[in-house]
């Protein structure tokens, strides 16, 4: 078994041995720029961790798990069009640096050198590998959707949100471990569990997220704590306390949110007040732990001996006890 | 062998099949809008036009006539955003209709559907069929990029000019027709003159396409004649004119392209009189000619039977025909 550390050092390898020095180079520049922004490569690693897992090559897997990392970057730079966000780690994004046309058409290149990737798999499984990636691109298309639709609401309950997620985020993790799982030919049982799995840490992981939003470290987080909370952004931690205030609190709650007037610091340490009030830090950590179970219970499932799935299992834990 | 009539029919009633009635709805209705909203369906005719040509059954190019057909719808919501477009068939483009995000997504979503129903195609060849797929989509934004350069340019030539109008038109209508063609086994050297025959037709096509916006006949062309003049569009007509113009000529088209003042009318009729007397049009019409001849050349060297192709050449007289 190889660990994180090596397949992400293989992954970053790869990565920059593919090839975009291509013309128009407005086109082909962005996808290098985002390739070359780094990140801990989850995706990839996972792909490869799953091969892994199932006895197969690594290097078998290498090209879906290059697949999934362009696919992944592509979301990046069109959700940071919709979105408006000017940087992305630390970097100005695609539309930013360039423009709105460079970012649709670059992103859109991606998804089809994505689609090329997956097809230099080294497998007589293709057809299998983009149905289950294809499922998952549209899923997340779906989830992109879905939260957009979520600024225009009022009331999204914790399921809502909880599907919202699954699609925008989860199922790509679920995506990659099956991926490398189908190259290394795993039977469909597995791959069901493998994928289940991804699933369940991809919620858990989304959840820590939203907390660490609001309740994680500044310095270690790398980003001002409450940014969630000064864009009134529907976080699970917002829908949590929405759900448990009283009368009197969500009016409260409403009244910051609906606020212009307000200074920005006011209304972060106002809102925090309230979560802490309704306790929504620990409901929240509570549906983490649970999602957290989940997909433990889903590797439990996974016919290799329990040895070989303690990386998956480490990987998992890492995740969540991040601070940053 | 099918008539074109009889294709199309085939393609709309398949078209009709396709089910988007998902969630979220945002997503999935302007799929069906945009392929609802008619036209030659010249694309999906064409691969399973090249599926009859070699003996293949249509129906199992079916699967990649859509596919073809809904990539091509998904590249005219993303540049109907780029360009700005509020109209498309004569109705209100996706992001009028709905948002800018809607239409990203949707569109993002499409292309993925694009390979999923080229997936579906009943083929020992799928490999191949993704790989001719997917060069051309990737060129089709490398021609729009371009395009969309070419914007900032002032001294475009005629050779940069067929290079993007093959990229961003002419590569798809060759793609169509090799897909059909692989679904179909053909050879590889069939392959490549029927792939070479679309791309020729296609150059054809778009310099016709040129040529009616500022010389057709308005009622057919079904919109205002000029309207690329009016748009400053660099167009075959507009970039042979700055190359057959001597000093002075140069400078009048100049003025009328920088001017901001000038009536649209009036600087339509002048820049149209600079263009006959330089007779843009009959060197145009040349070069169009040009890849016509170039298009049946290899249309003569595919290895079947003379009778068999009097479609395709039939099909290509018709769109050069046209007036509108």
Redesign the interface.
């Known amino acids: 078994m190889n660990t994180y550390k090596e397949l992400f050092s293989l992954v970053e390898q790869k990565i920059q041995q593919l090839n975009f020095d291509k013309?128009?180079k407005?086109?082909y520049e962005p996808i290098s720029y985002m390739l070359s922004l780094g990140g801990k490569r989850l995706r990839p690693v996972l792909v490869l961790m799953a091969a892994d897992l199932f006895d197969g090559d690594v290097n078998k897997a290498i090209d879906a798990a290059l697949a999934v990392e362009v696919f992944h970057n592509f979301t990046l730079v069109?959700d940071d069009?919709?979105d408006n966000s000017d940087i992305r780690r630390g970097q100005p994004t695609v539309h930013k640096k360039w423009d709105?046309?460079?970012a649709?058409?670059?992103?859109?290149?991606m998804?089809?050198?994505a689609?090329?990737l997956l097809?230099e798999t080294e497998t007589s499984n293709?057809?299998k590998l983009?149905?289950i990636f294809?499922k998952a691109?549209?899923e997340v298309?779906?989830g992109?959707?879905?939260d957009?639709?979520f600024e225009k609401l009022n009331d999204v309950s914790v399921d809502e949100y909880i599907d919202m997620i699954t699609l925008k985020t989860a199922v790509l993790l679920g995506c990659s471990l099956s991926l490398g799982a189908a190259v290394a030919n795993a039977n469909d049982s597995d791959l069901e569990n493998i994928y289940e799995f991804g699933k369940c840490i991809g919620i858990a992981f989304q959840i820590q997220d939203d907390i660490l939003d609001s309740f994680g470290e500044g310095e270690k987080v790398g980003k001002k704590i409450g940014g969630d909370i000064a864009a009134n952004k529907k976080t699970l931690l917002l829908i949590k306390a929405f759900e448990l205030a009283d009368e009197n609190t969500k009016n409260e709650l409403q009244k910051l949110i609906d606020s212009t007037q307000i200074n920005v610091d006011e209304k972060i340490n106002a809102v925090l007040k309230i979560y802490e009030k309704l306790t929504v830090r620990t409901e929240s950590e509570k549906l983490q732990q649970q999602y957290l179970t989940q997909a433990f219970s889903h590797l439990d499932k996974i016919n290799v001996t329990a040895d070989k799935k303690e990386i998956l299992h480490n990987t998992a834990n890492d995740l969540m006890q991040r601070m940053s």
């Open positions: 013309q128009p407005e086109l069109h069009i919709m709105q046309t460079v649709i058409l670059s992103g859109d290149l998804m089809i050198k689609t090329d097809c293709l057809k983009i149905s294809n691109g549209a298309c779906e992109q959707q879905i957009m639709n």
